[in-house]
């Protein structure tokens, strides 16, 4: 489902309708490079973006028993619950598995959805036959027949499992509930107004022509069969929306008002939202609403559905756009527009539904579940993954002078990662901060930690910390360099600001007649970009001609 690309896949210009309403910026504000970095790392160009596969945020969710609490939270799926116990041990029903008629309010008042006296309301009644429909599609009911013929249901073998809270159980039940509810939400029963109108007058004028009828039915067909794919991927695409912004949000700004949403499906990168894309926003919206509003009634979302007061307007009026290209609304007159926010166990659904999918869905912490070398790897290695996050997730709880140890055993080495796992490393030494200590000293003569470990002490305020020797220090600074070649991605921008810290100094031939004879595999790597970058051209063409030099030695 996380295929599709949207038409503002960078920077949007759509616009909030007010600052308050969403706190957070939006993934689709910026660029991929932004959002996951590590595209040169994996051999990626801006050529490949459009064939790489689609990179799914890592999210955090819940304890899957804590997630299983929610699922069971749920009203409809509880109703399914209620409803499957209560025809045990066996209830009488009709030859397609429905309630008989004399059960039907029985069951709403069951429920809560009707008076414990007098008659059930139709509504009532009308819901609890809808969850009555959910607990047999999902297996809560069973039915059958027994040897007189009578047409029975019995609970199903999940509902003992389910109604204790094991947590896998529930889980699967609602999810298996989830996607029943996202099919049906997109199903398209009738073509919109106007061309029923015309397929009407179509009909209205073949009237003498019977056998042009089957023909018209196929094509009806076609055309709904057409509108319900093209409501899915609308669907798909604005949660895909969501499961990235409650990723990147901070907590408490996940929610999003349903014109943003809209307009980060519309408006292409880079325009301001036209008035006739004001018109597509508004569309947009009008075909959300009912389908985020089924979505919410089985807990993947928490929504606020657009007040129908809204459509009462008087002709020529505005399009509905919650102010998005407009000037801002107050929060609550944005409100009416619709708000979205996917909830923890909509986030486990829609990630659930990526991993079927095929799609890498990481969870925030997976990568911590290792050892030091583990940890490093899987994060240098990953396109889609939040270092500091995954970082302080394994270092918490743990010993720190052991899990310092373990850090800087596993940044050694010369392969092509090596860098970024040392610069890794003394992130994750700086979450640890003093208790550390002891462990970085023990690592002061070693020629490819030593220099780091020193800069590391006197940043934390020792003063008892010797200086490096020439050539420790000049391998620290072609490894430091490295690193941020290969977590930037080249990014030309934060390159020239690292570059301008390079501490060159008059004589720029002899700092690079140095370095160009370091013995790292990144040497000529870390000259060519100072080469080409730096913004003083003696210093770059020093560098250039330093770089040739470390080619030609290797």
């Known amino acids: 489902m996380a295929g599709r690309r949207r038409k503002n896949a960078g920077a949007s210009s759509a616009g909030a309708p007010d600052e308050g309403a969403v706190g957070a910026v939006l993934p689709a ?32 969710l819940p304890a899957e ?26 209830r009488e029903v009709d030859e397609f598995g429905d309630l008989t008629g004399p059960d039907r ?114 094509e009806r067909l076609a055309r709904v069969e057409e509108a319900r794919e093209e409501a899915a991927e609308l669907l ?58 089924d979505l919410a009634e089985l807990g ?42 996917l909830t923890p166990l909509g986030q486990y659904g829609i990630r659930q539904w990526l991993l079927e999918d095929g799609y890498d869905a990481p969870l925030v912490g997976e990568l911590a579940q290792g050892d030091a070398a583990e940890l490093l790897r ?12 995954e970082l302080q997730v394994w270092v918490t709880d743990r010993e720190p002078v052991d899990a310092a140890r373990e850090l800087l055993a596993a940044s050694r080495g010369n392969d092509a990662y090596a860098p970024m796992r040392r610069m890794l490393s003394r992130l994750a030494l700086g979450m640890i901060g003093r208790p550390a200590e002891p462990a970085v000293r023990e690592v002061l003569d070693d020629p490819e930690l030593g220099g780091a470990a020193r ?11 010797p200086a490096p020797e020439r050539g420790m220090a000049l391998w620290t600074v072609i490894d430091t360099f490295a690193a941020q070649l290969l977590d930037t991605g080249g990014d030309a921008e934060l390159l020239r600001e690292l570059i301008a810290d390079l501490p060159v100094t008059g004589n720029p031939a002899s700092y690079f007649g140095e370095l160009w004879r370091v013995d790292h595999p990144y040497t000529a790597d870390v000259l060519e970009a100072v080469g080409e970058l730096h913004l003083d051209r003696t210093v770059a063409k020093e560098a250039r001609k330093a770089a040739f030099k470390a080619r030609s030695k290797s």
């Open 29 to 60: 504000d910026l660029e991929l490079q932004d959002l996951y970095g590590a595209f040169a790392a994996h051999g990626l160009d801006d050529e490949d973006l459009d064939d790489a596969a689609v990179l799914v945020p890592p999210v955090r």
């Open 105 to 218: 309010a029985p069951a709403a008042r069951l429920l809560g959805l009707a008076p414990e006296q007098g008659e059930a309301p139709e509504e009532a009644v009308v819901e609890a036959m809808r969850a009555w429909s959910l607990a047999c599609d999902l297996d809560l009911i069973e039915i059958g027949t027994t040897a007189a013929g009578e047409h029975v249901a019995i609970p199903g073998p999940d509902l003992e499992p389910a109604e204790r809270g094991d947590a896998e159980t529930v889980l699967e039940l609602w999810l298996t509930a989830a996607g029943i509810v996202r099919e049906l939400a997109v199903e398209a029963d009738s073509l919109p107004e106007e061309e029923a109108a015309e397929e009407a007058a179509e009909r209205a004028g073949a009237a003498a022509e019977p056998e042009s009828e089957d023909d018209d039915d196929e």
């Open 236 to 293: 798909d695409e604005a949660l895909q929306v969501l499961y990235e912004t409650t990723a990147f949000a901070d907590p408490g700004t996940e929610t999003v008002p349903l014109g943003v949403l809209a307009a980060l499906l519309v408006v292409p990168e880079g325009e301001e939202p036209s008035e006739e894309l004001l018109g597509d926003i508004t569309d947009v919206m009008v075909a959300l609403d009912p389908m985020l509003n």
């Open 455 to 465: 800069a590391w002490l006197v940043d934390l305020g020792a003063t008892d910390v």
């Open 65 to 90: 028993s804590e997630l299983a609490d929610q699922a069971k939270a749920v009203p409809m799926f509880g109703y399914a619950l209620k409803l499957a116990r209560w025809t045990a041990p066996h």
């Open 300 to 341: 993947v979302l928490d929504y606020r559905p657009i007040d129908p007061e809204l459509f009462d307007e008087e002709e020529g009026q505005e399009p509905l756009g919650g102010g998005v290209g407009d000037e801002p609304l107050d929060e609550e007159e944005s409100a009416r527009f619709g708000l979205v926010r």
């Open 378 to 389: 899987g994060i240098c290695e990953a396109a889609n993954v939040l270092p500091e996050e």
